[in-house]
Nanobody, 125 residues
């Protein structure tokens, strides 16, 4: 059974930084695409950033130049480094992994198969 687990959320002041981590049991990150999503209160879930099996990355415009996605395949973990955080970044953050290998990543929910339970990020003004 595949389990996906996020960690690293918390409360931070505007302008601060956090690093989220995501790891799995029962699923290797090798040759797979993965991504980060978030859902703010009262809003639908949106794709934030993703990384394809080959290493190419995508970001939603609102986080470009502030967030960085990376991975360590050997450790089966990937990260979202979030800098210059803003109150509007407050949300539950989820990591997701695509089942198929050798695919490009997607910021579309429906294209991702395995999900974590989420980690809360709260940015105070």
């Amino acid at each position: 059974q595949v389990q996906v687990v996020e960690s690293g959320g918390g409360l931070v002041q505007a302008g601060g930084s956090l690093r989220l981590s995501c790891t799995t049991s029962g699923l290797s990150f090798a040759n797979r695409a993965m991504g980060w999503f978030r859902q703010a209160a009262g809003k639908s879930r949106e794709g934030v950033s993703c990384i394809s099996w080959g290493g190419s990355t995508s970001y939603v415009d609102s986080v470009k130049d502030r967030f960085t996605i990376s991975r360590d395949v050997a450790k089966n973990i990937f990260y979202l480094q979030m800098n210059s955080l803003k109150p509007e970044d407050t949300a539950m953050y989820y990591c997701a992994v695509r089942r198929s290998t050798l695919t490009r990543c997607s910021l579309s929910e429906s294209q991702n198969d395995y999900w974590g339970q989420g980690t809360q990020v709260t940015v105070s003004s």
